[in-house]
């Protein structure tokens, strides 16, 4: 039996914990996804995985508790309590999770930003990612990266900026995976317009994606629609915030990097390309 304490709850995820019925929808070895009949998702880690709009992160939880659940599994809330048959989790004393908004930057500091994200993740970013095959290819593992999955993400990277809807149609789904490199970049793109307020390129972007959310899981999908509301993993917002003041990024793609085997990293990639588009640094979009 698995028993933990959440400590923190997203804003998405929270209105699920209402009493209604939950079924595991997808597990992987540090948790679960849950969701309901609506579509509605959230994901239960734990407290030492970062706070997001999906997920439920809870204290004394260990790090192979997704052996506690499996697909089609039953959850439901009494007494405070989200229970299965292997997995008891009291909520009441979790605080809700929301990210800060962003002060309003200017231009130029949008393209400071993005200039000393991208350096940072130049220097940091591991030779298996894709955001290393494009920022830096001489530190690309050709091992771990297929060919073509980098010439359609490339491809898709360019198209961010002008043609959101050849973006859509060569990113989502794109890659193995939980939630697909193509769809991290997508839900990174669409976070820092968000975060941004760029709103009119966001809306191009949303328009061409979120029709299209059956070409995906139901997982990713959840990820995507959180991003369309300006919400991702806490890293990513505080990210901004302390690039747009001038500070020391390097602690921050610590923690992107323990995001999934690259997703972090992917979504880091859809960020970098959408800040480009809206600062106008061509210069900052060569490899």
């Known amino acids: 039996m698995l028993r933990a304490a959440a400590v923190s709850a997203g804003a998405i995820a929270l209105p699920l914990l209402d009493g209604r019925g939950l079924t595991a929808t997808a597990v992987f070895a540090g948790g679960f996804y849950l969701s309901d009949d609506a579509g509605g998702m959230l994901c239960v880690l734990s407290e030492f995985r970062e706070a997001g709009p999906l997920h439920l992160n809870c204290a004394a939880w260990p790090e192979n508790a997704g052996r506690f659940a499996r697909v089609g599994d039953k959850f439901a809330l009494a007494d405070g309590t989200l229970r299965s048959a292997a997995v008891s989790i009291p909520i009441t004393g979790a605080a809700v999770w929301r990210p800060r908004s962003l002060p309003a930057a200017a231009p130029t500091a949008i393209r400071a930003a993005h200039r000393a994200i991208r350096a940072a993740a130049k220097t940091s ?30 491809k898709g990277l360019l198209a961010l900026a002008e043609r959101p809807r050849d973006a859509a149609e060569i990113l989502l789904g794109l890659g193995p995976g939980l939630t697909p490199s193509g769809d991290d970049i997508l839900a990174g793109a669409l976070l820092a317009l968000r975060a941004f307020a760029v709103h009119g390129r966001a809306n191009r972007l949303a328009e061409s994606v979120i029709p299209r959310l059956e070409r995906t899981n139901r997982v990713s999908a959840a990820h995507l629609l959180a991003a369309d509301k300006g919400q991702g993993a806490a890293v990513f917002h505080e990210l901004l915030a302390w690039a747009v003041a001038g500070g020391e990024l390097k602690p921050f793609l610590a923690r992107v990097d323990r995001i999934g085997h690259s997703s972090g990293w992917d979504a880091l990639l859809g960020m970098l ?14 490899g």
Do not use: N, Y
């Not at 593992?141 to 980098?150: A, H, V």
């Not at 390309?273 to 060569?286: K, M, N, P, Q, V």
């Open 125 to 154: 970013a591991p030779s298996r990612t894709l955001v290393a095959a494009c920022l830096h290819p001489k530190k690309t593992d050709s091992e771990e990266i297929s060919p073509f999955l980098l010439a359609e993400i490339q």
């Open 273 to 286: 390309g959408a800040l480009a588009a809206i600062s106008g640094d061509s210069h900052a979009r060569e």
